[in-house]
């Protein structure tokens, strides 16, 4: 392996941390205010209704210093009591970290098994909740769209099959990287409480994270026992501004207003227009590798393709990280690697943030000259499938 520095910029298609834009990081370079400070109080009350737009919501938000784990620890101490029992779809990796941690935190967490590659089976939701003829799961959790694996679960299908079952559960969605990537309006689809973290489809750095909380589960909030503090909704109320139980990160806000005015000038449905049209043309190239027994999708279910993040498997006796190390060390880009069971097996392309196309075709060249480097088998032109898709839209 070269010792060299590439040179040039870093293309970077990790799944999140992902790409913060020029204009985000300039805003961010300001100097400290305090966070008292009535012209800082505009700020945050401009964010706090931005990412409430984003969210479709017009209910309740609080925010967190720290990344997306803060907001699924506060998501559940703040809606639940020890002992409590609650369901979990598992998707991959990111749905059985959340389980862990429900489970460290002395609830009972229950799982829908599923297969991975396949996706959970809406169904089998129904059947658990349907047969808890006792009503003792309390909540249903879902990753909106599982990172490490790159597969989405349709939040109004796990809605309906909630009501269907006639189950009074709340409905709690993790839209790590789904969130200003992926379709999403809490509101109208009926979730009780939403995680979301700042460092995918908002495209600022790590370290800020929040949770959309529905008017039932503020309810169910006033009765929940799970110990908390730095997390508790109820101290944040009583906080002014209401959210951040301790010093608030200001420059963080300064990066968040101009990454909502980004999101908001492209708007939201050009935002997720994008989102399909990059991620489908990785998925075309990567349809093309998998011929001469190359890599291939890791999800194979067409109806749960995210639009986001793209799993890559690679062929037996072919290390995934190899691969990763020649395309980050010798051509200065950036993939995600596999995560848990999957490391190794899986390298993973991010398309989620400040993208173009020319910056999806350089990463998905790079990946087929890395190819070429470690003598990867694959199906040639995966490229000039992604060109030709690309070619072919608005
Ligand atoms: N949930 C999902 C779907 C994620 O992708 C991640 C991180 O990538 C997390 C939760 C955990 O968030 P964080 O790493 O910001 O703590």
Not at 70 to 95: H, Q, R, V
Not at 348 to 359: T, W
Not at 367 to 384: A, C, Q, T, W, Y
Request: charged share 20%; with cysteine; net charge negative.
């Amino acid at each position: 392996m070269s010792t060299k520095k590439p040179r040039g910029r870093q293309f970077f298609a990790n799944p999140g941390p992902t790409n913060i834009p020029d204009s985000v990081l300039r805003a961010m370079d300001r100097p400290t205010i305090d966070f008292h400070d009535p012209d800082f109080r505009e700020v945050f009350d401009s964010c706090f209704a931005g990412v409430k737009r984003v969210l479709g919501t017009k209910q309740h938000l609080f925010m967190y210093t720290g990344s997306g784990h803060a907001a699924w620890e506060a998501t559940l101490t703040n809606l639940l009591s020890p002992g409590d029992a609650i369901l979990i779809a598992e998707s991959g990796y990111f749905s059985d970290e959340w389980a862990k941690m429900a489970k460290a935190l002395g609830l009972d967490a229950r799982t829908v098994a599923a297969d991975w590659r396949h996706g959970v089976d809406i169904d089998a939701i129904k059947a658990a909740l349907l047969a808890d003829t006792a009503h003792e799961i309390r909540a249903v959790c879902v990753v909106h769209n599982e990172t490490a694996t790159g597969m989405y679960i349709p939040l109004p299908a796990v809605r309906a099959a909630i009501d269907a079952a006639g189950h009074p559960a709340l409905f709690l969605a993790d839209t790590i990287s789904s969130l200003g990537s992926l379709e999403f309006r809490m509101d109208e689809w009926g979730i009780d409480g939403v995680v979301g973290g700042s460092q995918k489809g908002l495209m600022l750095p790590t370290g800020m994270s929040f949770t959309g909380v529905s008017d039932k589960a503020m309810e169910v909030h006033a009765k929940a026992k799970l110990a908390r503090y730095y997390f508790d909704w109820t101290v944040m109320l009583g906080r002014n501004p209401q959210s951040f139980v301790g010093t608030i990160p200001v420059s963080f806000f300064y990066g968040l207003q101009e990454s909502l005015r980004l999101l908001e000038e492209e708007t939201l449905p050009e935002v997720i227009a994008r989102h399909h049209r990059l991620g489908e043309a990785v998925r075309r190239a990567v349809q093309v590798w998998a011929g001469n027994d190359g890599p291939r999708l890791f999800c194979t279910n067409p109806t749960r393709f995210s639009d986001s993040v793209t799993g890559v498997l690679m062929p037996e006796g072919h290390d995934a990280d190899a691969l990763r190390r020649t395309a980050r060390h010798r051509f200065n880009v950036s993939l995600g690697g596999g995560l848990g069971k999957l490391g190794g097996k899986v390298f993973r392309i991010g398309h989620m943030g400040d993208l173009n196309e020319p910056m999806i075709l350089g990463t998905l060249a790079t990946v087929e000259l890395s190819m070429r480097v470690n003598n990867i088998p694959h199906g040639k032109g995966g490229v000039d499938a992604a060109v030709e898709w690309l070619a072919s839209g608005p």
